[in-house]
């Protein structure tokens, strides 16, 4: 098959993370055989004279691991014009697409990334060039999106006519088909793709040393990074042999680190800052059981890559913490509730060996492993050029 991913958002060259698992995910289509290339525009808002300075001219093209890309800038001049901007990357998606195809064939399916504006671009494109689209939604903040009145109209009927539509939580689903005024339940569960980096690693050893709890994110509030710290003090602050060890960088991290200070352990928390895309296999398997306790999760992917080390997990009861973690994996702790976190981690601890890292393993690998995806979306591939 030939498909062509139109992202909301994708890295800006080689060396930018933002969107990189879109990148891995076409790549492990294109081991397994098919065809895949990448149509992406950057919008620029025109009142960002700085990102305006900054941005590239023209088309540029290049092949990266396998995957012919187009990239194109085009500066936002409509901030108050509802559907203006909306307009301007549509015309600047469609050139794209036009030269895509001239360069490299006609794709039998177009996969958007997010619906805004990806899913509603792909619609046009698809009415247009006649060709079907997919739309995987990554962000809830989508269902904000759909009570802008431009947005909301055409976000409606993108989902009604693509060939499917997939959430990447469970828990988006429903919510999903309720935002979207869906009588049928059109919108449905595929999970996300492990990293290439995590898919045929063994499961790491069990470190010697204190007993660590791990965190791994970019330290945002989201993350409630805080809270961890204040529930780890409060259940392991006189507690010999007990760490927790945080990755990541961001502007918030002095405030975390005069947080555990205030805390009264500043000794037992270690901020080894962020961690290169290489070492981050080293950095899982450090840990002894990985904690995430944000306020939003869609899909987790850091949980998953935990799994995949063999860590049992101890994560709020997102839509991300519901959907990763069952009995025999970890264990789940209310939004937001310091105590309810500090107690799981309490009991994580101490039943700590009655986790088995390889069952643990298996469950992520057979769940979100190379096969498992490429198969789902094989078989919505399929759908859509049948359909």
Known sequence: MHVLFVPSWYPADPTDFSGSFFIEQAQALVHAGHTVGVISVKGIPIYSPSQIRGKSAGIRHSVEVGINTYRLDKVLPFPKVPGGNERVILHAWRTLLTRYIRENGKPDVL????????GVVAHALSDEFGIPFIVTE???????????KWNGVHGRRAAMAASSLVAVARGFVPELNTAYGIDRDKWEYVPGLLSPQFQNIPTRTIPDGPFTFGHVSHLDPGKRVDRLIEAFAEQ???VDNVRLRIAGDSVHKSGLVALAAQQGVADKVDFVGAIARENIVAEFSSAHVFVLPSVAEAFGTVLWEAMAC?????STATWAGRNAIVETNGVLAGIDNIEELGQAMVYIK????SYDPAAIRAIC????????FISQYEAIYA?????
């Open 111 to 118: 996969h958007a990334h997010a619906m805004f504006p990806g």
């Open 138 to 148: 990554h962000r809830p903040s989508s269902m904000d999106r759909l009570k802008e």
């Open 236 to 238: 392991f602050r006189h």
């Open 310 to 314: 063999g860590l049992p997990l101890v």
């Open 350 to 353: 101490e039943n700590f060996h």
């Open 365 to 372: 690998v057979d769940h979100c492993g190379r096969e498992a």
């Open 383 to 387: 759908k859509a050029i049948t359909s």
